[in-house]
């Protein structure tokens, strides 16, 4: 990280400001009258677009809850490989992985043919392929998230901390600078009862399945009945079963199945029991499941092994819809020419499915994470209102292709197994099967954003084939050049709102007078078509709109720094002090050798833009000087 640009300061440099002063919060236990942002909902979606917009100063969010607090336990675990790119880029991913539990490896029981009333150790797999992510698939408790979102919250410009006990009563859509009024009541006892009004410029519903956000605006959730019941337990528990600190998947004869997801500590750890099937009408509200039922469920399902439960630190019954809605805006599919939006919803509120394999946490927070950015620039002036469209359009996408996936896999887990009594039902080997060819998608890698205004089409593809236009920059390690320093170029992306250009050099000295490499620097440092002049604030540092940094063919003794082009080495802050955090090499002391290993072309080189939500928007040769301008100039002012 950098810090000291604008002179020396003490303490930890997480905290921004660092002064007595900036350090008081920016809430007030009542709300404001007017805002730009108002937030619903304190669960990871809401949180996570709560702490990107914390970091501008000069957007006013709040964001509120109905409860009267932080969540302490409960709930989703799973952290994708995806998303802990993204908590790098939030800064804690490292906390994140020394707290909680690595996933592995992945164990398949079926029954056992010499006595199909026991299970019996199938196969076992590698749960995220190699090369995959340079971070690993973990179990943590929600609620540890949510602890690092409220961190980064109150270490950032903004100070924000969550409102609590407040209950959403009516979102109303209006005209004028603050179009949105949301009424809320307050539920605590010392204000019981009491109505605070705020007018909005945006109001973000991430307030769950029941959402009265999306109520508001005339949307509800639709799609597949719930009729598959499931409990879920956090326990601790002697046991005999061998692989309790793997991931398993455990299918019996007669009984059903059940999910063992390893969790945080060294001993705690997730049962999924399947529970029977429900009638056309019947809730399993109505079932009054207890907690020695899904212990016994469990018990029945592991034989021969045996849990001896000593504690339950959680537990609950749901049943899986998967459900979704048509939009996640206020704004009719037939509107789109002729209205904007000022309501949106994200995570449960929008999309619903079951949680066995560790999803909608992780794309809960991937719908904020596109958002937010997308509101900054809006309310900064940086972009038209009109980029606010593509929110719904591409989060939509996404969440269909969740629940398509989702709904295959809970009915594989609930179907009988395959027998000579019942040859139609399901093949263990199947499920084996099928889990594996989903790994990418269980990893939270397989999103791939259409072309839009965001992402070009596929014309330069062949220049990287490793970072296909619309997925997420798939980091790789590099040296960097100015200090020798072994990192992951992909680390270099926070989250800041800035856009990134890696320019990847070709054989080419790249410090070279007409080098494709200067050419492209000249041309974005002094042409006044260039995206970074344009779309840079006047007196602002040159990489506070778009970050530029180039990646060299060559090894790291052998080029020169000075030598190189002076945007790569530019001057910032109060002091003009040179940032020499530019450029880097490929790793050729390790192999790991970036050009290698994501297809770039090593005779042209190519530039790869990506969005600030860490999505490749673009691919192009390096001397398309005119086709950069034009794709910022698309959506940019």
Not at 526 to 546: C, E, M, R
Request: glycine residues 8%; proline residues 5%.
């Amino acid at each position: 990280m950098q810090f000291h640009l604008n002179g020396f300061t003490t303490g930890d440099p997480e905290i921004s400001g660092r002064t007595e002063d900036a350090m008081a919060l920016a809430n007030t236990d009542a709300l404001p009258g007017e805002v730009d942002v108002l937030i619903v909902g304190c669960g990871p979606a809401g949180l996570a677009l709560a702490a990107q917009l914390a970091k501008f100063p000069d957007v006013k969010t709040r964001i509120v809850e109905q409860k009267d607090g932080a969540l302490t336990h409960g709930q989703a675990d799973g952290i994708a490989c995806r998303t802990m790119e993204m908590f790098n880029a939030f800064g804690f991913a490292e906390k994140i992985a020394r707290e909680a539990c690595w996933i592995s490896e992945v164990t398949f029981w079926k029954p056992d043919e010499a006595d199909r009333t026991k299970i019996t150790r199938n196969d076992r797999i590698q749960d995220v392929e190699d090369g995959l992510s340079e971070f690993p698939h973990v179990v943590l408790n929600q609620a540890r998230v949510h602890d690092h979102f409220l961190d980064v919250m109150r270490n950032a410009p903004n100070r924000l901390e969550p409102n609590y006990s407040r209950k959403l009563e009516s979102v109303e859509v209006g005209t004028g600078e603050y179009p949105v009024t949301a009424k809320l009541e307050r539920t605590n006892a010392a204000h019981a009862g009491q109505i605070e009004t705020v007018k909005a410029k945006y109001v973000v519903g991430c307030d769950g399945a029941r959402s009265a956000v999306r109520a508001s605006i005339g949307r509800s959730l639709k799609g597949e009945a719930a009729h598959q019941a499931w409990g879920v337990m956090d326990i601790l528990a002697e046991t005999d079963y061998p692989d309790i600190r793997m991931k398993s998947v455990i299918q019996s004869a007669g009984e059903g199945s059940i999910l063992i997801i390893p969790r945080e500590g060294g001993y705690l750890f997730r049962v999924y029991v399947e529970l029977d099937k429900l009638a056309e009408d019947e809730r399993v509200a109505n079932k009054n499941i207890t907690l020695d039922y899904l212990v016994d469920a469990a018990n029945r399902i592991m034989n021969p092994f045996k849990l001896d439960v000593k504690e339950v630190a959680w537990w609950s019954v749901y049943e899986i819809g998967h459900r979704i809605c048509d939009k996640f805006d206020d704004v009719p599919a037939e509107g789109i020419a002729t209205r904007l939006p000022h309501v949106f919803i994200a995570g449960d509120a929008c999309h619903t499915h079951s949680p066995k394999m560790g999803q909608g946490m992780n794309v809960s927070m991937q719908d904020t994470f596109n958002l937010g950015w997308k509101l900054a620039y809006v309310l900064q002036g940086r972009s038209g209102p009109e980029l606010l469209h593509t929110y719904s359009a591409e989060r939509k996408a996404i969440a269909q292709d969740l629940i398509d996936f989702d709904s295959a896999w809970a009915r594989m887990l609930s179907a009988p197994i395959k027998s000579a009594e019942n040859p139609d039902g399901v093949d263990p080997a199947d499920v084996r099967k099928h889990f594996q060819q989903l790994g990418r998608y269980t990893a939270g890698v397989a999103t791939v954003y259409e072309p839009s205004v965001l992402t070009g089409e596929s014309t330069n593809q062949h220049l990287a084939e490793g970072f296909k236009i619309g997925s997420r920059f798939h980091s790789a390690p590099v040296i960097r050049l100015g200090d020798a320093k072994p990192m992951h170029l992909g680390h270099t992306i926070e989250v800041d709102g800035r856009w990134r250009i890696f320019a990847f050099g070709s054989k080419e000295e790249p410090a070279g007078a007409n080098s494709a490499i200067r050419r492209l620097c000249t041309f974005l440092e002094q042409s006044p078509d260039s995206p970074v002049k344009k779309y840079t604030a006047k007196g602002a540092d040159i990489d506070s709109a778009i970050d530029v940094r180039a990646v060299f063919q060559q090894g790291f003794r052998d080029l020169n720094l000075e030598a190189m082009p002076s945007l790569l080495l530019p001057k910032k802050g109060k002091y003009g002090l040179t940032d020499r955090e530019k450029m880097f090499c490929a790793d050729l002391k390790s192999g790991n050798d970036i050009f290698d290993m994501r297809g770039i072309d090593r005779d042209k080189g190519c530039m790869v833009i990506v969005r600030p939500d860490q999505y490749i928007a673009h691919v192009l040769p390096l001397d398309a000087h005119a086709e950069l301008a034009a794709f910022f100039g698309g959506f940019m002012i």
